[in-house]
């Protein structure tokens, strides 16, 4: 009995967390994005600085009619979004928030391994609704995601198979438990590696080619309306929160703090992953969109030969250690 | 009599299938199922789809078996990578959405023969090997990423070589066949 307790709360605590943290991090971009442009953004929803913004869009999203295009597959079409989401919410039930075991929503062996391959999962999602709606800003959209997580895949696993290796394990745990505030500049090539190639896999901008609204309009997105679009925009936000939380972990110490490790350990992994979160908006804000040919440039030309040097680093310095 | 009761009771039976056999079997049913709908179906990007199915399926298989490591890196390699490559070869194709027509060849029945003998090899060979081997639940974790990981470079190091030369052929091979195409221009 006592066990079901503590798994049904471990999953409830968790589930909240993905609802929450993903409108959280929507409303911050809101906010940072029209500061840094000289505007206020929402200021009326809810009283207090347009606090309410993003429940409101929700609601919004809820009301508007749930079509589906004649000619479209219609249950690939209708299961697209449920794809994109839910692997979300299963990285995040992986990733440690604080030290001990109580801290994480399941312990899982080959952790590294369980998040990187659910996370390749999500696009999936993407892959089937660009092909379904039978559209062919939509199919152009799909290509342009595939042909964009082949590329940035590679980079990202080497990065993390670096955290991998000067760890001597693949459980993120493990790899908190072991970490030492030196790891921070031995591993920054594969840390930098690791957020760039996750952000191109999520498909944010600069990397937003696959989605490029004033191109192809929203690519494998823009035939879906109502509660189906608001799904695949929670995914993206969702898909923030995991890849910044992913990078705290794996490279920039989790729970480890200059001071207060043990109680206040969720408070370091939380404002790192706040941190970063902001970094993605702030990138969003920055930069323009690469162009397809640059995306894959940048994949196979210098982002896999930095992680392949950061691995061999990784090795050479493991080696002189022990 | 004592002794013959003890062994029955310590060697599991197939009349009295645990809960984690029955998860086995269920699985492994909806593996077939999805494997059998895949080369059957007519709408290409279905089969791709199903295909995911059965890999997870196959995947979720790994896990009951208590190899977690191989489960992960079965969803990362053939879900997240093989089959998004054959998406990705899909939607560069005409696969229309709905029956293909011409999604059907002669070569059914062969490939049916192909299949079954090919079945019946892996399944004779595995239930060879593995008679009466059962996996202790309650004890260590039998197959761990650190399990995995010494068997594989302590007992299997040569074949794990051999593998990773043959992948490096395939990959130069790759490279020297893109390359042609471009001199050609």
Redesign the interface.
Known sequence: MNDALDVAVRLVIVFGLFLVLPLVVGQTEHKVMAHMQGRLGPMYAGGFHGWAQLVADGVKFAQKEDVVPKDADRRVFQLAPAVALLPYLLVLLAIPIGPGEGAVGQVIDAGIFFVLAVMGVGVLGSLMAGWASANKFSLLGGLRTAAQLLAYELPMLLAAASVAMAAGTVSLPGILNAFEWWWLPWQIVGAIVFFVAGLAELQRPPFDMPVADSEIIFGAYTEYTGLRFALFLLAEYAGIVVLCGLTTVLFLGGWHGPFGGDGLGWVWTLLKTAVLAFVVIWLRVTYPRLREDQLQKLAWTTLVPLALAQIALTGIVKVAIQ | MILAAQAAAEAPGFLSPSGVEIAFLLVGLVTLGAAVVTVTTRQL??AA?WL?VALGGLAVEYLLLTA??IA??Q??IY???V???L??G???TK?P??RSPDADSGNRPVALGVALAAAVALVWVVVDAFRTTWIDLDGA?QG??EVTGATLFKHWVLPFEALSVLLLAALVGAIVLSRKKEQAR
């Open positions: 990007v279905h789809l995911v977690e490591f992960w890196v969803v990362l879900v997240g990578s089959v998004v490559l998406l990705f899909l939607m560069l696969a959405i709905g974790v761990s990423t």
